[in-house]
């Protein structure tokens, strides 16, 4: 077991909190941007799965789109 004497004890402690609170700061940059990733990867999967259920409608959509354009 070890054993500090009052001073070397808060100062180790100290540098501990400073370095958690660093840490810390850190980690929740971290998941900031993790989130923000996670909705853009969201919203690309919508437009992609749209642009897909489109794609298959196909003519339908084409047949609407050239018909307004005559009018």
Do not use: C, P
């Amino acid at each position: 077991m070890l054993e500090y004497s009052l001073t070397d004890a808060e100062e180790l402690l100290s540098k501990n909190r400073s370095s958690a609170v660093t840490s810390l700061g850190q980690i929740a940059h971290d998941l900031d941007f993790l989130r923000d990733q996670m909705t853009i990867t969201e919203v690309t999967m919508a437009r992609i799965y749209n642009w897909d259920v489109r794609r298959r409608q196909g003519g339908a959509g084409q047949k609407e789109a050239e018909g307004a354009k005559k009018e």
